[in-house]
C-alpha cells in the first residue's frame, strides 16, 4: 500500500497520462527505494498496479454533454465585435504598417505587404485610428498633402518624434488594401469642433467643396466612407478630465456639426431630419466616449442626458466601454513568465467582462429599452509588461497561449452580449499590447491571439444558439470558474460552429453534442494549443503556437466525442444529418 501511496502522490497532478508513464514511474521507484522489478511483481502488486495504471490511462474525462437549442428570438454576433485598434504608439504604425514607398521591405504604397496579407485572413470587419488617447492630441490637417512637409511634432508615447508621414490618406489605403471598414476616432480634448467637421468633410464630400477639391489634389477624388466616428477618447482621463455632463455637453456640438457628406451615408429629405426613427442602413454610426471599468455612474449619466436630447438630434449611436485585463494597473504583470495559478487568475479576470457588460446594460436598458444605443467595447485586451521593446511606453508584450485562451472567453462573452454589444475593438492591432503580429525589421511573426481571431472568422454575423452544459469547476483563490467555456452559432451558409475552450490546463476533457433531433456523426475543425500556457511565438521560433487540424467521428451507434487537449481553444463545424 505505501509503494501504491508513492505512485498516488507522483500522478496526483498528471491524472490523465497513459500506462507507459505509470510504468516508468514504477521503474523510478524500485529504482530509489533499491528493490528489483522482480521483487515488485507479485501476483497481489500486479494486479493492484494494473488495477491503479488503468485508471490513469484513460485520456479524458467523463463526457459532458453539450445540448444545442435553437434561439426563443434571433441574435447575431455582429461581425463588428471582432474589430481591431491601431494607434500610434511605438511601433504600432510605423514600421508596423507604414515602411515608406522606398522601404527595402516589400510594401505596396508604403504599406507591408506581409502584414497586409497576414491581417486579410483575419477578415477584420473594422479598424479605430488614430487613437486612443493620442486621438485628443491628433490634427488631421498635419498629416495630408506632401509627406515633406508634414508637421512633425513630438508623440508623448515614448517621447519620439510623430512625422506625421502616415495620415488620413494612408489610413484609407491600408483599410483598402485588407478590406476593411473605417472607425476614425476625432479630437475633441484639443481641438475644435470646426476641426472635427472639416475633417469629415475632406474625407467624405462628393460635392466640389474647397475641402473636397483638397482631398482630389491628395490624390483620392471619389468620397471615402467612414462606417463609425468616435468623439474623443477616454473623456474621464486623458482625454480631458471630464465629468459625464461636462463630455455631454461638449459632444452635443461635435455631433451635430460633424457631419458625414458622403451621399451614400446622407440621410435625405426634412423628413428624416425630425424623424429620430427613421434610418439609413448606410449611415455613419456615431459613439460617444464612455465609461471605464465598472464605472457606472458614468454611463447612468451619459444614457440620463441622451433621453433628454431632442427627438431631431439622436447625439450618440453608440456608448464605449474600455477594460483591461491586468491586475494592478498597465504593464504591471509579466506577458510570460508566471506560474499556472496565474494563469488561472488571468481567465477568472477575463471572465469579469461578463459581469461589467451586464451592469452597463442593465442601466442603458432603463433609458433604451428598444437596445437601439450599442454598447462598444473599442479597447480591451491583456495589457501586461512591454518585455519585447526596448521603449518600454512602446507596449510592444510578448503574446502567449495564455493570451490566445482569455482572448477566446472574452470573445464568447461578447457573443452571449451581442443583444447591446455591437462592435469590440482588442488592442492593438500590431506591435502594441495584444497584438495579432509583431515586427522586427524585415521580418514579421502572427502571434496565438493571431491565430484565435483567425479560427473565429465563423462566427462573423453567425446567429447564436443557446448552450446548455454542466461543466466541471476550477477554483482560482474565491472564485469558482468553468472547466469549459463552450459558444454554439449558426452561420449565414446553415453550418453550425462550436467555440470549445478547455481551461483546465491539466487534463484532455470530452464533450458530446447534442442538436436536437439531429445525428451529428462528423465534426472537423482547428485547435490551438502547445505544451505550456506560457509558450509564445518568436522571431526564432515562429510556429511554436499554432492552430492544427482535428477531426473527429462517431463509432457506431454511439455518440459523437470532441476531444479538448488541456489549455486549448477547439473551433469545430459540426456535420449535421436529420434523424429520420
Not at 442538436?515 to 482547428?526: E, F, P, R, S, W
Amino acid at each position: 500500500m505505501t509503494f501504491l501511496l508513492t505512485l498516488q502522490e507522483q500522478f496526483h497532478q498528471k491524472t490523465n497520462k497513459n500506462i507507459k508513464r505509470c510504468f516508468m514511474a514504477l521503474s523510478s521507484f524500485a529504482s530509489k527505494s533499491s528493490l528489483t522489478l522482480g521483487k515488485l511483481f507479485s501476483l497481489s502488486l500486479i494486479f493492484s498496479f494494473l488495477i491503479f495504471c488503468l485508471s490513469l490511462s484513460s485520456v479524458t474525462s467523463a463526457a459532458n454533454t453539450l445540448i444545442i437549442g435553437e434561439p426563443s428570438e434571433e441574435l447575431t454576433i455582429h461581425r463588428d465585435l471582432f474589430g481591431q485598434f491601431s494607434e500610434h504608439i511605438g511601433e504600432g504604425i510605423y514600421g508596423g504598417i507604414w515602411v515608406g514607398k522606398d522601404s527595402a521591405i516589400e510594401n505596396v504604397n508604403g504599406i507591408r505587404t506581409d502584414v497586409v496579407n497576414a491581417l486579410k485572413a483575419l477578415k477584420i470587419p473594422v479598424i479605430r485610428w488614430p487613437g486612443g488617447c493620442f486621438a485628443d492630441q491628433y490634427h488631421w490637417r498635419e498629416g495630408i498633402g506632401p509627406r515633406e512637409d508634414r508637421v512633425s511634432r513630438l508623440n508623448a508615447w515614448g517621447n519620439i518624434i510623430e512625422t506625421n508621414q502616415f495620415g488620413s490618406h494612408e489610413f484609407m489605403e491600408f483599410i483598402r488594401q485588407i478590406d476593411s471598414k473605417v472607425y476614425i476616432n476625432v479630437n475633441l480634448g484639443s481641438a475644435t469642433v470646426k476641426d472635427a467637421t472639416d475633417w469629415l468633410e475632406y474625407l467624405t464630400a462628393a460635392a466640389p467643396t474647397s475641402l473636397a477639391k483638397e482631398r482630389a489634389e491628395n490624390g483620392h477624388p471619389e468620397p471615402y466612407k467612414v462606417k463609425y466616428i468616435g468623439f474623443g477618447n477616454e473623456a474621464w482621463g486623458c482625454g480631458g478630465a471630464m465629468t459625464a455632463g461636462e463630455y455631454f455637453s461638449r459632444l452635443k456640438r461635435y455631433s451635430t456639426f460633424a457631419l458625414n457628406l458622403n451621399p451614400e451615408q446622407q440621410f435625405s429629405g426634412i423628413d428624416l431630419l425630425f424623424d429620430r426613427g427613421a434610418s439609413n442602413p448606410h449611415a455613419m454610426i456615431k459613439v460617444a466616449a464612455g465609461a471605464n471599468d465598472l464605472d457606472t455612474e458614468f454611463t447612468e449619466k451619459m444614457m440620463q442626458l441622451w433621453a433628454q436630447a431632442p427627438g431631431y438630434l439622436p447625439i450618440f449611436d453608440a456608448l464605449s466601454l474600455h477594460h483591461y485585463t491586468m491586475s494592478r494597473g498597465p504593464m504591471s504583470d509579466s506577458a510570460s513568465e508566471f506560474e499556472h495559478s496565474e494563469y488561472l487568475r488571468f481567465v477568472a479576470m477575463a471572465q469579469e467582462m461578463d459581469t461589467i457588460l451586464k451592469a452597463h446594460s442593465a442601466i442603458m436598458d432603463k433609458y433604451d429599452p428598444e437596445r437601439s444605443v450599442g454598447l462598444v467595447v473599442d479597447e480591451w485586451g491583456n495589457w501586461l509588461k512591454p518585455d519585447l521593446a526596448t521603449n518600454p511606453a512602446f507596449l510592444k508584450q510578448n503574446n502567449t497561449l495564455r493570451d490566445a485562451i482569455t482572448a477566446g472567453v472574452t470573445l464568447n462573452i461578447f457573443a452571449r452580449n451581442a443583444a447591446r454589444v455591437k462592435m469590440a475593438n482588442i488592442a492593438q492591432m500590431v506591435n502594441v499590447i495584444q497584438a495579432m503580429v509583431l515586427t522586427q525589421g524585415e521580418a514579421m511573426i502572427v502571434t496565438p491571439t493571431y491565430h484565435l481571431f483567425k479560427m473565429y472568422v465563423p462566427f462573423q454575423d453567425a446567429q447564436l444558439l443557446p448552450v446548455d452544459h454542466k461543466p466541471g469547476t476550477i477554483n482560482v483563490g474565491d472564485k469558482t470558474i468553468p472547466t469549459i467555456d463552450a459558444m454554439a452559432a449558426r452561420a449565414n451558409d446553415g453550418s453550425v460552429w462550436l467555440a470549445l475552450i478547455n481551461i483546465d490546463s491539466e487534463h484532455t476533457l470530452t464533450v458530446e453534442p447534442v442538436l436536437g433531433t439531429v445525428a451529428i456523426k462528423k465534426a472537423a475543425g482547428d485547435v490551438l494549443t502547445s505544451a505550456q500556457v506560457n509558450d509564445a511565438n518568436s522571431f526564432k521560433h515562429p510556429n511554436r503556437v499554432n492552430a492544427r487540424q482535428v477531426s473527429f467521428a462517431a463509432k457506431g451507434s454511439q455518440p459523437l466525442k470532441i476531444t479538448l487537449p488541456p489549455a486549448s481553444v477547439s473551433v469545430i463545424q459540426l456535420s449535421t444529418k436529420a434523424i429520420k
